[in-house]
């Protein structure tokens, strides 16, 4: 069904005259005619009782016309709407994204966004699952998202931001933090702070996989899914964990942060957003986001 096949069906139903109806649409009869012929064939039933010289509804007709008319006065309110925000300009810009995204790159991009952008309200949204925050942004429930890959998905863009490698939290006073980078057969006996991998996925698997390819099982004493709790349960000596880089600027006193040689992927972060229809506000932060982005030091 079309809404152009609305619209022709509104305008008979309204008019009850298919000369009429054809001028304010800009249709001829036989266009209407056949336009509303196909409708009826559509749903299966008459829309119309037609003569000779007069033209009326069905039951069915009076019923569906108010369903109709709702859906074209949604329309065009929808459409006035997007209009006047094209017109005066986005007033509430939403973002969501990863934790590194959120902590690290987020507050100088929207200092900078806000140079020229004051009075845009910015609505944050806090999950750690990528492919949560893909969702939210083909249902239109988030303008710009920051995630781990960039999804598959034609209607969504992205951009890749930076990349960093893992490395391992620990105690400074564990052996394990005067090395200059640590292997599998150095934590293979020692107490780790694991992630789930529902909610973790690339640093559950890189623990598990370098431990996997030499048919061992870590010893994961707790599993959790914020990095500050992890960096407050190795800074009280219960384990060791395997983090990216980016959770150094986090850390409380009396941790060292070695890397990880075991790391067969990097850790990448991307900015993704619709391919079109993007208000100018929106286009603004992801290009704030980028500059930023190359602007900070990298571990």
Not at 71 to 98: C, F, P, Y
Not at 238 to 247: C, D, F, K, N, R
Not at 269 to 293: C, H, M, P, Q, W
Request: charged content about 25%; hydrophobic content about 40%.
């Amino acid at each position: 069904m079309e809404l152009r096949q609305l619209q022709c069906f509104v305008a008979v139903a309204e008019e009850l005259h298919f000369r009429k109806a054809g001028e304010r649409l800009g249709l001829s009869q036989p266009a209407l005619s056949e336009r509303i012929s196909s409708l009826e064939h559509e749903l299966g039933f008459s829309l119309f009782f037609r003569t000779t010289r007069q033209v009326s509804l069905t039951q069915a007709g009076s019923e569906f016309l108010k369903d109709a008319q709702r859906i074209l006065a949604d329309i065009e309110k929808s459409v006035s709407n997007v209009r006047h925000i094209a017109d005066s300009g986005l007033k509430s810009l939403r973002v969501s994204g990863v934790d590194e995204a959120l902590s690290l790159l987020f507050p100088p991009a929207l200092i900078e966004f806000r140079k020229h952008h004051p009075d845009v309200h910015i609505e944050l949204l806090e999950i750690s699952s990528s492919d949560y925050h893909t969702q939210e942004l083909i249902n239109h429930r988030t303008d710009v998202a920051f995630v781990r890959k960039p999804p598959d998905d034609e209607f969504l863009s992205s951009e890749f931001l930076h990349r960093q490698s893992a490395v391992v939290a620990v105690a400074d006073d564990n052996p394990l933090s005067e090395r200059k980078e640590i292997s599998v057969e150095d934590i293979k006996d020692c107490p780790l702070i694991g992630f789930p991998k529902r909610s973790r996925p690339i640093l559950h698997e890189m623990l598990w996989g370098s431990f996997r390819m030499r048919g061992w099982q870590p010893d994961i004493v707790c599993e959790v899914i914020d990095k500050s709790t992890m960096l407050q349960l190795v800074a009280h000596g219960i384990g060791i964990a395997l983090t990216p880089a980016w959770v150094q600027s986090l850390s409380p006193k009396g941790l060292k942060f070695v890397p990880y040689r075991e790391s067969v992927q990097e850790i990448d972060l991307y900015i993704s957003y619709r391919t079109a229809g993007n208000a100018k506000e929106v286009l603004a932060f992801i290009d704030a986001v980028k500059r930023v982005s190359e602007e900070t030091s990298r571990f």
